[in-house]
């Protein structure tokens, strides 16, 4: 049904007559003293009949004359609420800023309900697939995320491949529409491509580059770690890794300071 002929089904319902609306509203008008919470009998049979659609005032009056919810009529006109903060996601302003929109507590988001039993997350692993169950939980402010457009992967806690600019415990975002190995055009390590990589003893997330029929796994720097040369065939480029969410610090574990033990050994040798 059209928006306007739900505000007229409304209306209806109420027993409510063209004038009756318009006296009304005259009173919302005069009690916020702007005559634009005033609604004429011709705009309100335009709003109903002819798909009009009512200004920010007359939508304030028509849904307190009404006793709608403003949300849900604003709903009815392809305007949802929940979406603006997926929406403000994608925009980027220039300069650092203050967000002043206030997360919705209704709505819905995908999140994963139960992980294979499985996991070992001292491992870098591709959590899209080692998800067994995903549910609808309602956080609305993590629906920015884009679960069903990108896939997901976690490095292990002991994977220092990317560090430090990918530290280990960090979730990053995959796109695996990127699953083409870049050759150059990047000025500075920080514009260089990190792909997210599926081998036969698991997972690697690092930056590659081609060799005929070989494909380099290429750690940063400052990991200590060598390069590795593995035959095309053996790997899968899942994707290319375009979100980090990760802490400052690694946790530090027996395991870790072990990994970093032996790290700083390998660089001074």
């Not at 070989?214 to 035959?231: D, F, M, R």
């Amino acid at each position: 049904m059209e928006p306007g002929l739900k505000l007229k089904a409304v209306r209806e319902k109420l027993g409510l007559r063209f004038r009756e609306v318009e006296k009304a509203s005259n009173f919302i008008a005069q009690r916020h003293r702007s005559p634009d919470f005033a609604i004429g009998l011709s705009r309100l049979a335009d709003i109903e009949n002819k798909g009009v659609v009512p200004n920010l005032h007359r939508l304030y009056s028509l849904c307190a004359i009404y006793r709608l919810d403003v949300k849900e009529v604003l709903g009815w006109y392809g305007i949802e609420l929940d979406q603006i903060w997926r929406d403000a996601a994608h925009l980027a302003p220039s300069r650092t800023h203050l967000m002043s929109i206030e997360p919705s507590d209704k709505g819905s988001v995908s999140l994963p309900l139960m992980l294979d039993p499985g996991v070992d997350f001292s491992k870098t692993t591709f959590l899209s697939r080692a998800i067994r169950q995903w549910g609808k939980v309602p956080l609305s402010l993590l629906d920015s995320l884009d679960l069903d457009q990108h896939l997901y992967g976690f490095i292990g806690w002991t994977d220092y491949h990317m560090y430090p600019l990918v530290r280990p415990g960090a979730l990053v975002q995959v796109d695996d529409s990127r699953d083409s190995i870049e050759e150059g055009g990047w000025s500075h390590e920080f514009e260089r491509p990190i792909y997210f990589l599926e081998l036969r003893d698991g997972y690697a997330c690092t930056w590659c580059s081609l060799a005929g029929d070989q494909i380099i796994l290429q750690p940063h720097p400052a990991s200590g770690l060598a390069a590795k040369v593995l035959n095309k065939h053996d790997v899968t480029v899942i994707g290319q890794v375009v979100g980090v969410a990760m802490q400052l610090e690694v946790r530090e574990t027996e395991t870790i300071k072990k990994t970093r033990r032996v790290r700083s050994a390998t660089a001074l040798g």
